[in-house]
């Protein structure tokens, strides 16, 4: 080792020697102000994932190796439906018709500020939009249920983030699919399928998440009733705004879960993980003594409601409509001149 730094030593004088300009001492600062450097920047990445580390709830997350899930009493995680543990996944659906899956939390999350991130895939045989469902991603007061909500009930009560990978609604085509939303579910509201959700969904995006080449990940954050959501799908390594919510009441105590389902069209729907990270907010007194929120609400709901459009009379329809509405008017008209020249006749008849 001393040999070797002698050894560069010496090339380093033999370098300066040749060229005066570039003389030792500045190559030995630069050395220095490079080491300091690099252990600064070293300490605070190591700190940053001490830092991530730290506030990583492991009895809320669902990560690799996934030792136990579903079956092991120790597990956190239930399973049911279709789903599956893989050492790489837990695959929710398979690229096959009809099937659901799910998997969901054990433990009720009691946290009042957080952030869920969650690595996905969605990927399969089918051609753009004849693939589908979908994925829902949920933080719910009910959990294991299945039903018509990407493999979870309808009238659910909690929050529901959902990755619609087949555009049931969009006849105008006016949003790109996959379309990632959210809705917040008060245990009355129902998700309407053949809408896409439109009519309850609080805010969502566009986001190329199937059969993508990269990683894919959504991340919802939770804090001081503002709820944000933001995906990675284009392997940039950067999070894009989706929604934005605030004035959003969520009670705590309620389960994280996932699930999906296939319908006449399919895809494989597989989650990677769900971790789930404690956030340390500063709290004002009065946000502190905030009351027990008992059901989910946003403030001014009516904002975020979608007028959804009955589908309109096509041309051919008006067409005929108005045809058959003409007819009619004229067999009425004819059937009038008829019983008027009648009783016209009969009054003359009996005038003479
Ligand atoms: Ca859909």
């Not at 379309?179 to 245990?187: E, R, T």
């Not at 096509?314 to 019983?339: E, K, P």
């Amino acid at each position: 080792m001393v040999a070797t730094v002698t050894s560069n030593l010496s090339r380093y004088r033999s370098f300066s020697s040749l060229y005066p300009m570039f003389p030792l001492k500045n190559l030995r600062k630069l050395a220095c102000l490079f080491a300091v450097a690099c252990v600064l920047v070293g300490r605070s990445l190591a700190d940053e994932q001490d830092f991530m580390e730290d506030f990583l709830k492991r009895e809320y997350s669902l990560a690799k190796p996934y030792r136990g899930l579903g079956f092991s009493s120790s597990s956190q995680w239930d399973l049911m439906g279709t789903a599956v543990v893989t050492p790489d996944h837990v695959r929710l659906t398979p690229d096959v018709q009809s099937r659901q899956g799910a998997v969901w939390s054990r433990v009720p999350l009691y946290l009042q500020d957080w952030e869920l991130k969650v690595h996905f895939k969605i990927h399969g045989q089918g051609k753009k939009n004849l693939n589908g469902d979908g994925l829902g991603i949920w933080l719910t007061k009910e959990r294991m249920q299945n039903g018509p909500v990407f493999g979870n009930m309808n009238q659910f009560t909690g929050l529901g983030i959902f990755v619609d990978t087949y555009p049931n609604a969009d006849k105008n085509h006016d949003r790109g699919f996959p379309f990632i939303s959210m809705m917040l579910g008060n245990g009355t509201l129902s998700y309407n399928h053949d809408y896409d959700g439109r009519t309850t969904e609080l805010g969502g995006c566009t986001a190329m998440a199937r059969n993508a080449a990269y990683d894919t990940f959504l991340l919802v954050r939770y804090s001081k009733k503002r709820l944000t959501l933001m995906v990675n799908v284009d392997g940039k390594q950067e999070w894009k705004d989706c929604a934005d919510i605030t004035g959003l009441r969520l009670p705590i105590g309620y389960f994280l879960g996932a699930s999906s389902a296939t319908g006449d069209l399919s895809d494989n729907h597989d989650i990677i993980s769900m971790k789930l990270y404690q956030l340390k907010v500063d709290k004002s007194p009065e946000e502190e003594e905030e009351e027990e929120v008992l059901i989910p609400s946003v403030d001014n709901m009516e904002q975020f409601q979608v007028e959804v459009q009955e589908e309109g009379m096509s041309g051919l329809q008006f067409f005929f409509t108005l045809l058959f509405s003409i007819l009619g008017l004229g067999v009425l008209a004819v059937i009038g001149l008829i019983v008027y020249g009648r009783w016209k006749e009969n009054r003359r008849k009996r005038f003479y």
